[in-house]
């Protein structure tokens, strides 16, 4: 387990350009470069060029460069998170939750692939966490039931969100060739081979069209349904 450099070490020091150094430069600078060049682009070389600093001071911030990944990841979830006050729905909080997690993985797509799946151990994720969690105890789950159906919600909600996060990372004509199938060659298939999506056919475009939100809202409707059920009502 990755552990956090001691805050001794992590004081904040100018770079030869006179910038002075900090974590939070440091993470904002490693998003840039993801952003512009892809994940390939983390490196404490690369960062040290950007920064204008010898590459070994990162070092007093981050013990490598997964230790940077995670603070990556968390900053993402802090800036989805900021300014989010849960209201008295708890289904409504969870969902617009959620939609802050895409939005943030959307601002941020070529370093969605690396955040989704990994655990930050640090202070805006325990956050998100206690805030989740803490809505379906509201709704009147048990406290098993909460972390199990929490774990369930998050999952779902990061795994679309990092999808259509890497759909968005594709370059333009990359893009536009999918979305173009849907049009194009799912309206040619042979009725007796695929008479299923003959049916349909004109309907299949759409499928060009984000699913987050109805994934969201079936998974909010089967809790709340869930939660309906443990009050008797």
Not at 88 to 106: H, N, P, Q
Request: charged share 25%; net charge neutral; proline share 6%.
């Amino acid at each position: 387990m990755t552990t956090r450099v001691p805050q001794e070490r992590r004081r904040r020091r100018p770079t030869r350009s006179g910038v002075l150094l900090s974590e939070d430069l440091i993470v904002q600078t490693a998003l840039r470069l993801i952003g512009e060049h892809g994940p390939e682009a983390l490196s404490v070389r690369r960062l040290g060029a950007a920064l204008g600093c010898d590459p070994t001071a990162l070092y007093r911030y981050f013990h490598d460069t997964d230790d940077l990944v995670l603070a990556i990841a968390d900053r993402i979830i802090g800036d989805a998170m900021a300014g989010f006050t849960p209201g008295d729905d708890w289904v409504a909080s969870l969902r617009e939750l959620a939609l802050r997690v895409r939005a943030g993985y959307l601002a941020h797509p070529r370093a969605a692939a690396m955040a989704a799946h990994r655990v930050t151990r640090r202070r805006n994720e325990i956050r998100a966490v206690e805030t989740g969690i803490g809505l379906l105890l509201t709704a009147g789950f048990p406290p098993a039931d909460a972390a199990r159906l929490y774990l369930a919600f998050i999952d779902t909600v990061l795994s679309h969100a990092a999808t259509e996060a890497a759909f968005h990372a594709l370059p333009p004509q990359q893009r536009e060739a999918d979305h173009r199938s849907w049009r194009d060659v799912y309206q040619d298939l042979d009725p007796a081979t695929y008479p299923s999506l003959t049916l349909v056919r004109r309907e299949l475009p759409a499928m060009a069209d984000s699913s987050f939100e109805p994934a969201v809202d079936l998974l909010l409707e089967a809790l709340a349904a869930r939660a309906r059920a443990l009050k008797g009502t």
